[in-house]
């Protein structure tokens, strides 16, 4: 349990807002320009936070440099409780805007339910092949639920 001091100096539970906030916040400084990504749970513990307790599936990317560091992260769409229309168009044009040379897709399931679906196996697929057209690799994509699945950890990216 997670305690806060209020305004008269007493500590209480915190709410979970503000469990959830400060982990926001938190994981902006490993999200911040330059920061180097050498793993799957590197991503998942930046990227989570964000994406996680959503109310509609949110798509976005962390674009990298040749060395893995942050370059920026953004989240490119927004779709319903279940759904979320990703144009691979969108995602080339930031990644040639921010230079990268490698990215790492992420997007969450409302559900908790972080196993990927026949849609976001296929997205991803599409984006691979669209991104590697400009030599820019996709390192990982991450399914954002109560846990969190990445299609490189389970051998599921870089198959051409």
Known sequence: ML???????????AERQQVFSEANRLSGYRLRRRTKISSSSDAGDAIGYRLRDRQCEVFA????DSGHRVLAFREMFRGSINRATVH??????????LNAAAVILAHNHPSGESTPSGEDVNLTGRLEKALRLIDIRVLDHLVIGE?????ADAGM???P
Request: hydrophobic share 40%; proline share 6%.
């Open 88 to 97: 691979p168009r969108e995602v080339v044009k930031e990644a040639l805007y």
């Open 3 to 13: 305690y806060v001091r209020d305004g008269d100096g007493v500590y209480r539970p």
């Open 157 to 159: 990216i870089g198959n």
């Open 147 to 151: 846990t969190i699945f990445s299609f």
């Open 61 to 64: 990317c962390l674009f990298l």
